[in-house]
């Protein structure tokens, strides 16, 4: 039974910080990948970062420099710390995996595996 379940979420001033964890269980992976993504309003959804089986790791233009993602394989988790948050990174993150090839942790398409959010709010 897989199941991805995020935490960590809040409401923090522009500028403050927060760090995202998604525990994972019931996923092998075989060259697959994780990424966290977020649906703004209007129920947009766009890539956040994703780190591939490989170790390859990729952000969108906006978070560069400001968010970080890792995976403690120990712990089962993933991680998206979130630093000089700015109120247009208010969203709900959810955390998506695949254990096979074939899906995108960029742009989530063909993804297996979706947790059911945590809420950012920077005001």
């Known amino acids: 039974h897989v199941q991805l379940v995020e935490s960590g979420g809040g409401s923090v001033q522009t500028g403050g910080s927060l760090k995202l964890s998604c525990r994972y269980s019931?996923?092998?992976?075989?060259?697959?990948?994780m990424g966290w993504f977020r649906r703004l309003r209007g129920d947009k959804r766009e890539g956040v970062a994703s780190?591939?089986?490989?170790?390859?790791?990729m952000y969108r233009d906006s978070v560069k420099g400001r968010f970080t993602i890792s995976k403690d394989n120990t712990k089962n988790t993933l991680y998206l710390q979130m630093n000089n948050l700015k109120p247009e990174d208010t969203a709900l993150y959810t955390c998506?995996?695949?254990?096979?090839?074939?899906?995108?942790?960029?742009?989530?398409?063909?993804?297996?595996?979706w947790g059911q959010g945590t809420q950012v709010t920077v005001s």
């Open positions: 780190l591939d089986d490989d170790g390859k790791i």
């Open positions: 019931g996923i092998t992976f075989r060259g697959g990948c």
């Open positions: 998506a995996a695949t254990g096979r090839l074939g899906g995108s942790c960029q742009t989530g398409a063909y993804l297996q595996y």
